[in-house]
């Protein structure tokens, strides 16, 4: 892993929640596969839109809990077929504050993006989806998503190569994510999802990262992608627009 990625594991260590503090409860189900299989059905692309403050490299916007619920309905009006939300409060500026005011202020999924490397972060807030990342959670991954199912939750197992991806595969998981950035070198490469997606089949895959406008969309869904998740992108400009625009994309090509 990159150092900065080392660092963010040793920050999250020492955020990691007592289970004495949990509440383990029913969630109210949000069906995201059945949202990604109408926005298809209408040729729209499914667009996770990401409530992204910042990342290591780039500070976007400070994002208060009062903030994330309007952004949240922005992405929700432009027509996203769920709301990612960062976590992680270090280099990403996140929170879990953040988290529960987007789940109560739309009526999407809601995944839960963060660096998970202990179970009790699972129940820490209630979210739709939560991120599971293969190259972190290694042999631990099955063991994981697991967890997430019981909890009731979907897991998102994110993956970059094809070990990471045989692995995810052999878990119950319905959801793959393939980030298009590596996270030994952190650089970005969108034909990451080229490469992975038509080794996949039978599970919903996510385009991530590096996707920037509705040529990347495009490229991305006739890669095999199912949904794309977008956040710098969506962030640094007029949300609903950028939203709108991309969920539309398919049509736009159309009309050309």
Known sequence: MHQII??????????????????????????????????????????????????????????????????????????AAAISVLTEPQYFKGSIENLKSVRQAVKLPVL?????????????????????IAGILGDRLDEFV???????????????????????????????????????????????TEKLAPLISGRIIVSESGISGTGDALRMIEAGADAILVGTSIMQGNVYEKTYELVHALQKDAEI
């Open 146 to 192: 697991d967890e997430a199912v019981f909890s009731g939750r979907e897991p998102l197992v994110e993956v970059h190569d094809r070990k990471e991806l045989e692995d995810a595969l052999s878990t119950r998981t319905s959801i793959i994510g393939i980030n298009n950035r590596d996270l030994t070198t952190m650089k970005v490469d969108i034909s990451t």
């Open 6 to 79: 080392n660092e963010i594991l040793e920050s999250t260590k020492k955020r990691i929640p007592s289970s004495e503090n949990l509440e383990i409860g029913l969630l109210t189900f949000r069906n995201f596969k059945e949202i990604i299989k109408q926005r298809k059905q209408e040729k729209l692309v499914p667009v996770i839109a990401e409530v992204k403050p910042s990342s290591p490299s780039r500070y976007i916007r400070t994002v208060t809990p009062e903030d994330a619920a309007v952004i949240s309905g922005q992405m929700e009006a432009g027509g």
């Open 112 to 132: 839960r993006k963060d660096f998970i490397i202990d179970k009790a972060q699972i129940y820490e807030e209630q979210s739709d989806i939560i991120l599971l």
